[in-house]
């Protein structure tokens, strides 16, 4: 029998954990169950071990075959000598071997640090070097892009990477699917412990580490699952990359483990792409964002694909316009759901009942009945109810700090814990909140601060622009000026015509755009979201 490695503890250094008096309370009120989070995968392969867990192009494979695979996938990585509490860099796309690779460091208690297929050498030399990395797993290519050369780079730079594992010609690196082995026990988990690492969204700077708990990760994928109706008949498309917070446990794959349905994925999410693994695997529920959802919607005049299945689709990671909302449930024929989430915890999601108006119009309210959320002014006060204000919220599946980032978290935090989101926000009666922009998204022209998202949105409604993003550029007299850029389906129209156009929406004279750009397609984040900060510079340039 092989002896048991016991969990270093190093991998708490800089981790931020709940007070135990609100653990208490979570326990207590049962949304913390106790159990690890791979716990989800065991079970649904206990109850349902026939079930398809994954459909891919050679056909189904069963729960008990993922059970199977992400114990030997276990053992394989403990044998190689990586030790319950270390961390592993995991940069994987929408590949079934994400998910053995996953539950694989789930079982073994090691720690993956999950970064999407877009970060580059900054990104992963930072992630690799904050989070002390003993390991880096990758695809060898994707696309033009060659992993083992990044990994290569990484590896002479962070020194703690011991490993580097690739999942197809590995060259001088060990096979990912060498690994595999059986084995005896795997270690005890705690809980409370971290689960797994996301990469924080934020816009400013380098990305952070965010540690999530067995215990909160499987409350956020489980209460998800239930807001959504998600069942053993469900069919979920990884559509955004699997290692994102949205697509992963929003319910995502997660979600969808821990009720025994299937998971599929696109590497692709393109129309041409993402329809035909619909129709083909009868996918019922996937997540996109607005940029997305826009393509997806405007694809079904002449792409031919049968999307009936389609359930759910969810849209977030960004504000999604009216009238792209509106355009969904007529264009796919699925149930709109607006998902407003971050990496550092609180869901928001409208539900399945609302009523038109709230699903067109309002970002969805708070997951869980412990989520707690303030509404506040510059000063920290609340403001009146229904007034815009920036969101404050801790909970039962919000992080208390980032990993390793003490003179951030000063900032980022309150006191008395509560995660400053950045994102300005109105609640409704309801509870329902309608995302108004980010703080930090404004420009100030001369004096007068123009919110990005609400000039966004008018821009939206004219029937030439696709997509448009405003920004601010430098200018000598005001500071700040106004600049629209503008992605068109027909003839680009002129900066008077826009002028026009805005005022007869009613939007006052300072908020108009002083210049007017077109281009072809907008920068875009690892996960797809507009990129305001890579447009501000070319723009700018
Ligand atoms: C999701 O997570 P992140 O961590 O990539 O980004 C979080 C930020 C939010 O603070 C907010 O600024 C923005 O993205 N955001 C939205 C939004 N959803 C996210 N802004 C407006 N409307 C929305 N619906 O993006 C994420 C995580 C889990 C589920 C869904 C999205």
Avoid at 24 to 46: C, H, K, N, S
Avoid at 477 to 503: H, N, R, S, Y
Wanted: include cysteine.
């Amino acid at each position: 029998m092989t002896s048991i490695p016991t969990t270093s503890s190093t991998h708490r250094d800089g981790y931020v954990p709940f007070p135990a008096e609100a653990a208490d309370a979570y326990r207590a009120a049962g949304y913390w169950t106790g159990r690890p989070l791979d716990d989800l995968l065991r079970e649904t392969a206990r109850r349902h071990p026939h079930r398809p867990a994954l459909l891919d192009a050679d056909g189904a494979r069963s729960y008990a075959w993922l059970d199977a695979a992400a114990d030997r996938m276990a053992h394989g990585l403990l044998a190689l000598g990586i030790a319950p509490g270390d961390r592993v860099v995991v940069q994987l796309p929408n590949v079934p071997e994400f998910l053995t690779v996953l539950f694989g460091l789930l079982r073994a208690g090691i720690i993956p640090v999950l970064t999407l297929p877009a970060h580059r050498r900054a990104e992963i030399e930072h992630l690799a070097a904050l989070s002390g990395a003993v390991a880096y797993i990758a695809v060898d290519r994707l696309g033009d892009f060659d992993y083992r050369e990044l990994a290569a780079t990484v590896r002479t730079a962070v020194p703690s990477l011991r490993h580097v594992l690739i999942l197809g010609e590995a060259g001088s690196d060990i096979e990912l699917n060498s690994v595999p082995r059986e084995g005896g026990s795997l270690p005890a988990i705690d809980p409370s412990d971290i689960a797994l690492m996301l990469v924080s969204g934020g816009t400013t700077g380098l990305p952070k580490l965010i540690a999530r708990t067995h215990d909160d990760y499987l409350y956020n994928a489980t209460a998800s699952a239930e807001v959504c109706a998600l069942t053993e008949d469900d069919v979920y498309l990884a559509t955004l990359p699997a290692a994102h917070n949205f697509p992963l446990a929003c319910p995502g794959i997660l979600g969808t483990v821990s009720v025994g349905g299937a998971i599929t994925f696109v590497t692709d999410p393109s129309p041409e792409s993402a329809f035909a693994v619909i129709e083909r695997h009868q996918v019922t529920v996937t997540a996109v964002v607005p940029p997305l959802a826009q393509l997806w919607c405007a694809a079904t005049e002449w792409e031919e694909a049968d999307l009936s299945s389609l359930r759910l689709l969810q849209v977030g990671g960004a504000r999604l316009a009216e009238v792209n909302a509106r355009e969904v449930t007529p264009a796919l024929g699925a149930t709109l759901q607006q998902v407003f989430g971050m990496a550092e915890g609180l869901l928001n999601y409208t539900r399945l009942d609302d009523a038109a108006e709230l699903l067109h119009t309002t970002q969805g309210r708070a997951l869980s009945p412990a989520d707690e959320i303030r509404v506040v002014d510059a000063d920290g006060n609340d403001v009146a109810p229904g007034d815009e204000g920036e969101l404050l919220t801790k909970g039962p599946y919000t992080i208390r700090g980032y990993y390793r980032a003490p003179e951030h978290n000063a900032r980022a935090f309150t006191p008395d814990g509560y995660y400053r989101s950045g994102d300005l926000v109105r609640r409704l009666p309801s509870g329902h909140l309608v995302v108004s922009g980010r703080i930090k998204d404004v420009i100030n022209r001369g004096g007068e601060n123009i919110s990005c998202d609400e000039l966004e949105e008018h821009l939206l409604a004219h029937p030439a622009v696709r997509h448009a993003a405003a920004v601010g550029l430098p200018d000598a007299a005001l500071g700040e000026k106004v600049c629209a850029v503008l992605v068109v389906d027909d003839a680009m129209p002129t900066l008077a015509e826009i002028k026009t156009f805005l005022t007869t929406r009613g939007l006052a004279t300072y908020k108009l755009p002083d210049v007017l750009r077109q281009a072809t397609e907008l920068p875009i984040t690892a996960v797809g979201k507009i990129d305001k900060k890579a447009l501000r510079a070319v723009e700018s340039a």
